[in-house]
């Protein structure tokens, strides 16, 4: 369950341009269950210019889950991991975009590996595969 925190940014409510951004196309039929639509597969580009129009406060986070901050940071010094989580429309209270997680596909180096372990370090769902690594935060 996500528990608002203070905000110290205002966010930026055009919600047509951020799921431009996110998804490629806003549609609000996408949004009639709860408010919400899923991403999978975000790059750290698309997170950095989500932080850049301020439709993504670098505070943020998922509640136990490190800040939104702290993923880009992450996906910046090991390439390959793209973000998940979910987007909340404009029509409610706690408009944001949410981190949850973390998805690599194809085989890491070990280095990439341990960095990984010890980032996702307490994440609800953890994983290590030959050929993925996942991670996400409830």
Not at 27 to 34: K, L, P, Q, T
Request: aromatic share 14%.
């Amino acid at each position: 369950m996500y528990q608002e925190k203070e905000r110290t940014m205002e966010l930026n409510k055009d919600i047509k341009q951020r799921d431009e951004i996110l998804f490629g196309a806003y549609y609000i039929e996408d949004y009639r269950f709860g408010g919400c639509k899923r991403f999978d597969d975000v790059s750290v580009e698309t997170l950095e210019k989500l932080v850049e129009l301020n439709f993504l406060d670098q505070e943020d986070a998922q509640n136990s889950a490190p800040t939104a901050k702290s993923f880009i940071e992450f996906m910046k010094k090991h390439p390959g991991f793209e973000a998940h989580g979910y987007a909340v429309t404009d029509s409610r209270p706690d408009y944001r975009v949410t981190i949850e997680g973390l998805n690599y596909l194809g085989r890491a180096e070990r280095e990439t590996i341990m960095a990984f372990a010890m980032f996702a370090n307490g994440a609800d769902d953890f994983s290590v595969s030959d050929d993925q690594l996942y991670c996400w935060w409830d």
